[in-house]
């Protein structure tokens, strides 16, 4: 039996208690796709997932990720100056994709081919956590199938030197992880580095664009980037909910919870409580408390690649902002799947500052 937690007070509890509500067991909706996750740190519970997360979060802290800020800003200043001389775009495959496939997927160290292919394998592994009663989870596996052999190398020797999943075997060689779970745990990399980043930034551009008011109170106070970001995944959350494996049986709210049950924890729900938060349904930039938001999971289970998120969209939305007025939406088309909230394409028109197309402009005083 399958329960729902909607509520940001339920969601918080379970999320706070990974004891009862246990992650090792699996957090998708079907065994087949639990079984292919075991051994990342999105299905283990404390102390292995303690073990694996201090590995995995080597690279992802905020003394680690200093070193590749300059990079990132770079690559982000000349994307922006390139779309902004084009003047129409789309933020899909044009914008949001771009850090995440130009970047990351190489501090990874996926090889080539696997960086081609990640644009299918990331929505399919999202779309393997529904029920197999859905012909698209059915599909997504013949995806996986597909593109997984090509884009983890298959030995260690193959592995890019300094890369992160070379660090992964430097961990085994340490002793901290099993070395049989390398492969594997750079799942733990891809997910939180491709279609995630890419929904949020994509939410931020359509957000903007219906709100042309929030974007000139950001021109305005810029330093209101790191908030806006917060209250962007609070609002849009990318992924939409993980269930959890009951281990006894719990009251929630005044409903009992047996054993043995599964409920589907749902961070987007939480995020729009209007128990928790005022006017849930407002995008507000300068909402206080923001930074609450569960849009990146919390407590065991927080986000490994949160700070990444933040660094990749802050960069982009710094160099949008001083030239840009506002946002046009052309088109715009969502795409289904099963736990992300994603797009299949945004096309928009930048409107700038007049006879300044493609040029960085002073940020308001």
């Not at 379970?14 to 740190?41: C, Q, Y």
């Not at 305005?220 to 609002?235: K, Q």
């Not at 969209?313 to 799947?337: D, G």
């Amino acid at each position: 039996m399958i329960f729902a937690l909607p509520r940001d007070s339920s969601v918080r509890f379970a999320l706070d208690n990974w004891e009862i509500f246990s992650s090792a067991k699996g957090v998708l909706l079907n065994d087949r796709a639990n079984e292919g996750a075991s051994g990342t740190t999105l299905c283990s519970d404390p102390p292995e997932h303690t073990r694996m997360k201090d590995v995995i979060m080597r690279p992802l802290k905020p003394a680690a990720l200093r070193e590749h800020d300059s990079h990132i800003k770079g690559e982000a200043r000349s994307l922006v100056a390139s779309l902004l001389q084009r003047g129409t775009f789309d933020v899909v495959a044009d914008l949001a994709r771009h850090l995440p496939l130009a970047i990351v997927s190489r501090l990874v160290g996926l090889p080539e081919v696997g960086r081609q292919l990640m644009l299918d394998f990331a929505p399919a592994s999202f779309n393997t956590a529904g029920p197999m009663e859905k012909e698209r989870t059915r599909q997504a596996f013949e995806v996986l199938e597909r593109t997984w052999p090509q884009i983890v190398p298959g030995a260690a020797a193959d592995v890019q030197p300094g890369s992160w999943l070379a660090g992964l075997y430097e961990a085994a060689d340490e002793g901290a992880i099993p070395r049989d779970k390398c492969a594997t745990m750079v799942l733990d990399y891809v997910g939180p580095s491709l279609d995630t980043t890419i929904t949020a930034t994509v939410n931020a551009i359509w957000l903007f664009a219906n709100h042309p008011g929030q974007w000139d109170l950001l021109r305005d106070r810029p330093n209101l980037i790191p908030n806006a970001i917060n209250e962007i995944v609070r609002l849009e959350s990318p992924i939409q909910g993980w269930t959890r494996y009951v281990t006894r049986d719990v009251d929630v709210e005044g409903v009992t919870i047996p054993a043995g049950s599964r409920v589907l924890v749902m961070f987007a729900s939480a995020n729009r409580d209007e128990r928790r938060w005022d006017a849930p349904e407002r995008f507000d930039i300068g909402r206080q408390g923001v930074a609450q938001h569960v849009g990146f999971g919390r407590s065991v289970h927080s986000c490994a690649g949160a700070n990444l998120a933040r660094m990749e969209i802050a960069a982009l939305l710094t160099e949008l902002l001083p030239a840009v007025k506002r946002f046009e939406i052309i088109e715009e088309e969502r795409e289904v799947n099963n736990i992300v909230r994603l797009w299949k394409r945004l096309s928009v028109r930048a409107v700038q500052q007049p006879g300044r197309a493609g040029q960085r402009q002073p940020l308001h005083e």
